[in-house]
């Protein structure tokens, strides 16, 4: 088995005007559609609550995110209980 | 159908350190739930990275959670199709 760590790929992005090195092993493509959905998100965010500073812009983007990530599992885990009960 | 504004509540957190009101439909005890991640990642990524600050540990949360998401998304998407060819 190839060592994980070999698969390591670092990718230079841009979230709200700063650089960052994510480092993972994703796909590079994967990497650009979640750090262009983060910016938006974050954009989107300043637009309606201009008061907030760039910390709790990102935080918040954070929660929301956690909170779609949580619910889609719940979903997916009552999908398969379902699915299994056939 | 009743407005939808209506249900909106108002719950109060703390995410590493900071206040935050979060307002919207969710049930107080998912709000909880995500909030306690976000905070946990978060000082999570500070113990393996020190050296960053709070906006950027917070933009990196989201990233992760953002991935997690679409990863889970893509699956889901990918199990339904499987269940409709069954």
Known sequence: MAN?????????????GQQYTIVGQEDPAHVKEVVRYV???MREMKRKNPYLDTTRLAVLTAVNAVSEYKKLEKQARSNESHSKEN
Do not use: A, G, M
């Open 39 to 41: 910016d938006e998100q």
């Open 4 to 16: 994980q760590n070999d698969k390591k790929q670092r990718t230079t992005v841009s979230i709200y």
